[in-house]
């Protein structure tokens, strides 16, 4: 049973430049959600989808930012004209989707964005 | 809101000593479910264990235990004969409910084993 994978690992970019984020969950899994860590933080949330519906986001998703998960397997994570703030590592988890809204999350590895 | 404070920023051990990593929580829910993960250097966080509200049994596995206690919103994790390869991040974290799916974690502990 494979874990949660992301793509890119890493990503340079230079401010301004759009960047895109893929998170494929384990498998079976119908609850994906995507979190930000900056350094020296916990991850902060930022959005949650139940299959292909977005059902919750932070107020840190601003309007540059932008996920998608249309078929309800994988995930997109977009960051629209990127700031030098955007830097930081993305992260993103699944659950199962059985055990209620406390069931565990199983991180991925994440992406971690450097914007120059 | 909801809160969680892990006052330890860094730790240092000598391999085989025991080491506990504080986390204190803030909610004014009566159910919520808490968590602590592990991050190694390599990034990913993984799970060591979710415990509910309702549950304060302390628990241990291995040479990790866990103490819950919500008389003082304490949750504290402790490594019996610490090794190297337990050097990472820990962080614990929080789930609330009131509708939301999000985990509040702490800002981490830094542990570093030292051979």
């Known amino acids: 049973d494979t874990g949660v994978s992301q793509d890119p690992r890493h990503k340079i970019t230079k401010r301004g430049q759009n960047v895109t984020f893929r998170c494929d969950p384990i498998s079976e899994h119908n609850r994906l959600y995507w979190y930000r860590q900056t350094l020296g933080q916990g991850p902060e949330f930022l959005t949650y989808?139940?299959?292909?519906?977005?059902?919750?986001k932070s107020r840190l998703l601003s309007d540059r930012f932008s996920a998608e998960r249309p078929k309800g397997s994988f995930s997109t994570l977009e960051i629209q004209r990127t700031e030098q703030g955007d830097s930081a590592m993305y992260l993103c988890a699944s659950s199962p989707g059985v055990d209620g809204a406390s069931e565990t999350q199983y991180f991925g590895p994440g992406t971690r964005l450097l914007v120059l | 809101a909801q809160k969680v404070t892990q006052a330890q920023t860094e730790i240092s051990v000598v391999e085989k000593e025991d080491v506990t990593l504080d986390c204190v929580y803030e909610?004014?829910?009566?159910?919520?479910?808490l968590f602590w993960y592990k991050q190694p250097p390599s990034g990913e966080l993984v799970f060591l264990i979710r415990?509910?509200?309702?549950?304060?049994q302390n628990e241990i596995s291995g040479r990790y235990s866990w103490n819950f206690q919500k008389s003082t919103s304490s949750f504290n994790f402790t490594i019996t004969a610490s090794q190297v390869v337990d050097s990472a991040v820990y962080f614990c974290?929080?789930?609330?409910?009131?509708?939301?799916?999000?985990?509040?974690f702490g800002k981490g502990t830094k542990l570093s084993v030292i051979p």
């Open positions: 974290a929080l789930w609330t409910g009131a509708g939301s799916y999000q985990l509040t």
């Open positions: 989808f139940q299959n292909e519906a977005q059902l919750e």
């Open positions: 909610t004014r829910d009566t159910t919520y479910y």
């Open positions: 415990r509910n509200s309702f549950d304060e």
